[in-house]
């Protein structure tokens, strides 16, 4: 049964809006009135579209906060989404993703929240959109999401397509679990061989089953498959990189995502949380247990070692990946600064 439901108010961070207000004085959107999406895409080319909605329909991390945006979190296959999914779902925020056309919800004509109500996911609040498809996202827009305020958090595996849904005064904001390139690579290898229960989206790819990883690179070779640089393709809307792109996508990084690293998945979580404005939901700590340091969609498979020959083959498939993975567990560092920094002088 569907239910409307308010979004509760989101509390702001101070020290967010202190420290960002200090370096982005003087900061002004790009345009007074701005233009639609569709005028925009007559007068532009592709790559000069994706520029121009990404600098007026996002927020910079260092951007104060307002209650009209709303946080997007990309979400990376075998890089802990499902258990971000998991996590927030149990603290009782509103999620928009591709759980919520489900039981019918597509064909809602207009954009509500409703409640799943079962056992493994007790009082779950969605938004009736899909997030994760370019129709579904399509669709999303033409209802309004962004608009609305009803969702508290949104998951998008296709940011470049996502920011379409939003606009200068209702802006997106970013943030992501990053996960070593090559070990993603070899997870999702293996995840695609046994996920049966995702075959949307050609998730589960029964045709892998019972190939090695070796066997899965021949055919990468060959052009078959979709290993090359994944980040960079999906930052940038492209496919053929230079040094020129790396530079580029390191800067969008920089200035448009919250990082955080699925190797310090608990520290990520904590300054995801603070930023947002959750750190106080009274939900966390069980939720914490359950879906953050229990995990949730894990896959054991056998590992690749560093420095093998499957490593190494890895390693130069997805060069750019690597040199921008390694940018973003710098930049995690670099914000970890900015979280202390902040609190030290808040206590004092």
Not at 9 to 17: H, M, N, P
Not at 77 to 92: E, I, L, N, Q, V
Not at 221 to 244: A, E, H, P, W, Y
Request: hydrophobic letters at 35%.
């Amino acid at each position: 049964m569907t239910e409307m439901l308010k979004r509760p108010v989101r509390r702001r961070i101070g020290f967010v809006a202190t420290f960002a207000l200090a370096l982005v004085t003087g900061y002004s959107l790009l345009w007074e009135s701005s233009p639609d999406y569709d005028t925009i895409r007559r007068r532009t080319s592709r790559a000069t579209l994706y520029d121009k909605l990404l600098a007026r329909n996002t927020g910079d991390v260092m951007e104060p906060l307002k209650e009209s945006d709303t946080p997007v979190y990309w979400h990376i296959p075998k890089a802990s989404g499902t258990s971000m999914k998991r996590y927030y779902g149990c603290m009782g925020l509103t999620a928009a993703s591709e759980t919520g056309i489900i039981d019918g919800h597509d064909k809602d004509e207009t954009i509500q929240v409703w409640q799943r109500g079962n056992k493994k996911f007790p009082g779950l609040k969605l938004v009736n959109v899909d997030t994760s498809t370019r129709e579904g996202i399509a669709r999303a827009k033409k209802l309004g999401l962004a608009q609305s305020g009803l969702a508290d958090i949104v998951f998008a595996p296709l940011p470049s397509y996502a920011l379409t849904m939003f606009d200068p005064n209702h802006k997106a904001r970013f943030f992501a679990l990053f996960r070593h390139p090559i070990e993603r690579a070899v997870s999702l290898f293996y995840y695609h061989q046994v996920a049966e229960w995702e075959k949307a989206g050609h998730v589960y790819r029964p045709e892998l089953a019972g190939m090695t990883i070796e066997e899965w690179l021949l055919r990468q070779r060959r052009g078959g498959g979709d290993v090359k640089n994944f980040l960079m393709t999906i930052i940038l809307n492209k496919n053929q990189f230079t040094s020129k792109d790396l530079e580029k996508a390191k800067e969008i990084i920089r200035t448009k995502f919250l990082v955080g690293l699925s190797s310090k998945m608990e520290e990520s979580v904590d300054r995801f949380d603070t930023y947002f404005g959750w750190a106080d939901n009274e939900k966390r700590p069980v939720c914490q247990e359950e879906a953050i340091k229990s995990g949730f969609n894990r896959n054991s498979h056998p590992p690749v070692e560093e420095g093998s020959e499957t490593w190494n083959v890895l390693a130069d498939y997805m060069s750019y990946d690597l040199q921008l993975y390694d940018y973003i567990v710098q930049l995690y560092e670099e914000q970890g600064e900015l979280f202390r920094t902040v609190t030290t002088e808040d206590i004092a």
